[in-house]
């Protein structure tokens, strides 16, 4: 690729956008207030914004490799606790992608060097739907529930920090799963119950 054609790529889009509004930038300058936090991946072939048909400023955006959300990880951490303690957004999704790299690598018992601990991440997914999972003889119907469970996983993590259990007494907010389908464009709710995922640990999360 020419990286010089990324700059003619940003006049045009400069353009584009005067053109239609010459106030555009004015505006996107002012300030930023996205109703959505948009947690992904880093999959090149993944978008953000593009796959929602959102624009600037109408969502706050994480990728790490796999979409994952591990309360280790200070850069994912800061990011939800600035969404949701300051941007104040109302939704938070977790979208992960079919034929995730992320996810097939975890599934091997390769040594990948410096990814070991964060796929660990992953294998720990695995371990904790191993029946069902191993009850799935077709390894890329595998592959894909993995890839949904990774998903639910890591709701489940957004739900059991202290910035979104704070919000969610003090105001409405929700959690939602989704998979974006590379194949077909789409995306898919996953219609995640996590009333009845969390229902029996609540007790251990709960902030008063």
């Not at 029946?131 to 595998?142: F, S, W």
Request: proline share 2%; net charge negative.
């Amino acid at each position: 690729m020419d990286i010089k054609k990324i700059f003619e790529n940003n006049r045009k889009w400069v353009d584009d956008k005067l053109g239609a509004n010459p106030d555009y930038f004015k505006k996107l300058s002012e300030g930023q207030n996205p109703d959505i936090l948009y947690i992904g991946c880093s999959d090149s072939r993944v978008t953000a914004e593009e796959l929602m048909g959102l624009s600037p400023g109408e969502v706050f955006v994480h990728r790490n490799i796999a979409n994952m959300v591990s309360n280790l990880d200070l850069s994912v951490m800061s990011v939800i606790n600035y969404a949701v303690g300051n941007l104040k957004v109302d939704h938070i999704v977790v979208c992960g992608h079919y034929y995730c790299g992320g996810v097939k690598a975890a599934m091997q018992s390769e040594d990948l060097g410096i990814l070991n601990p964060w796929l660990r991440n992953i294998r720990d997914v695995y371990r904790l739907h191993k029946t069902e999972l191993n009850d799935i003889t077709d390894e890329e119907q595998k592959y894909k529930r993995l890839v949904e469970l990774n998903v639910q996983e890591q709701c489940v993590n957004v739900i059991k920090t202290a910035v979104v259990q704070k919000a969610y007494r003090d105001r409405n907010i929700t959690v939602h799963g989704w998979v974006f389908d590379i194949h077909s464009g789409k995306l898919i709710d996953l219609n995640i119950d996590l009333d009845k995922i969390l229902k029996d640990i609540m007790e251990i999360y709960h902030l008063d």
